[in-house]
């Protein structure tokens, strides 16, 4: 039986799309309302059969790929465009999947907030007229001969926005050694394909090579000072994991629970305390047949009614990072993350942990921001 090469690469190539498609859940958890997960699917995966590189580096590390695709989703972007790069990369002799957010890309999250009406971002250069007083000048003033036959190299780069109220935001002017600082820092400046050494302004202005990266710099600066869209959208986030937090355990139908990792019979028990502190739970009445059974009914007791107790708050951290219940598959990969956040051994529920492992696994959960970051914890 003969097999051709055209068909092997194709079989090949089909699985990091795979990966992605199967993670849509989470990436659609993550994603603004605004922002379709299919498209931002297609967009993907055109950037990988666009590029062979690309395409082996996912292949090579897919969860170096969902993590650029996560933190692209968090910033509202698509992925393979001018807003958000995939680029391949070796990592200690490993190939892998970077995500960079472009210099588009921050602008567009400041004007997606409603908060800005105008963005300027402008490098500064030798043959130009420039000044800037800060107390004194709302803004820099700066005059450029469009004209001329060469403006010099670029010495500098300012960025500033001005707010729908009128307001003007704080002006953030990098000087070339501020410039230079940044691109040593990267670990692409000495590829030819890199964006520090793009003739950004055509072949006959070699000065301007990079500027786009000069701009990405000033524009990276500003951020802190600027409303942008993701800032907002982590609060959205955050409230809503209060709000789920907050429910009362009426509000949590027994049905849910048909998978018995939360006992609806248990011994009520307090929550995890946010201090961090120890679970505390009255002591079972004599002939308690919870009484002597070992560390399995401690993690029950612990577990409290729905909605309460460790088990649930782990559960609700798995739904809120964009896992189905309703999906074996991830069900069974959300209670190997429960076991290796725990340090337990193999579980089949979440209620076989003991009330420490539960706390811990709950804590860990706690500061994943988003299915990237739990990639991140479970790996390191």
Known sequence: MTQTVTGALARRDESPVKVMWARRGHLRA??????????????????????????????????????????????????????FYLTPRKIKGKATVQGLEGYRGIIERMYRSGAVAKVVVREVCAGDEFSYIEGVDTRPRHGVNWFGSSRGQMIGVYAYAELVTGAVSRVVILNRADVMAARDSSDAKDSSFSPWNRLDGGKEHPE?????????????RLEPWVPTSAEYRREQLRAAAQATAAQAPEQWPVAEYADAEIVPDAPAAAAIPASGGPVTAEPPEAGDVHGDQGPAADAQTAAGPPGHGPAAVIRQHFLRLGYDDNDPAQKAERLKFTARLAGSGPIRTTSDLNAEQARKAAAALEQCKDFAALLELVKS
């Open 208 to 220: 301007l090579a990079g500027r786009s990266m000069w701009w990405k710099t000033a524009a990276r």
């Open 30 to 83: 993550v994603l603004p309302a605004s922002v379709d997960v299919e498209a931002f699917l297609g967009t993907a995966a055109g950037a990988l059969y666009a590029s062979p590189d690309l395409m082996a580096a996912a292949a090579a590390n897919p969860d170096s790929l969902m993590t650029a695709l996560m933190r692209c989703a968090s910033l509202g972007h698509l992925p393979g465009t001018d807003e």
